[in-house]
């Protein structure tokens, strides 16, 4: 089965940096797009930023100049690098991932996968 493991989440001043990484395992033959969501108490997720392949990104404005997105496509991982964090950026972030794997019987099988989840505080 296909997992994705998010890691770096916590604690952090506002105006400082965090970088969180997602990893996916498994069966995987490919990944398209990988993502990360965020969702505060009380709101509807959001889309933060996505990566496809071949490394095109997409931000939501609230982020833009601040936040960057990158990926190892080696390691099947995905990062956001949160710069100059706001305390409006407090959520719980949820790496999402288009997958297509290989499955015991030899079939392709293409999901949309999505992480634990990892909180993010910004607070002094």
């Known amino acids: 089965q296909v997992q994705l493991v998010e890691s770096g989440g916590g604690l952090v001043q506002p105006g400082g940096s965090l970088r969180l990484s997602c990893a996916a395992s498994?069966?995987?033959?490919?990944?398209?797009?990988m993502g990360w969501y965020r969702q505060a108490p009380g709101n509807q997720r959001e889309l933060v930023a996505s990566?496809?392949?071949?490394?095109?990104?997409n931000f939501a404005d609230s982020v833009k100049g601040r936040f960057t997105i990158s990926r190892d496509n080696a390691k099947n991982t995905v990062y956001l690098q949160m710069n100059s964090v706001k305390p409006e950026d407090t959520a719980v972030y949820y790496c999402?991932?288009?997958?297509?794997?290989?499955?015991?019987?030899?079939?392709?099988?293409?999901?949309?996968?999505w992480g634990q989840g990892t909180q993010v505080t910004v607070s002094s």
């Open positions: 990566i496809t392949r071949s490394g095109n990104t």
């Open positions: 498994g069966s995987i033959v490919s990944i398209n797009v």
């Open positions: 999402n991932a288009d997958i297509l794997q290989r499955l015991r019987g030899g079939q392709l099988s293409k999901n949309d996968y």
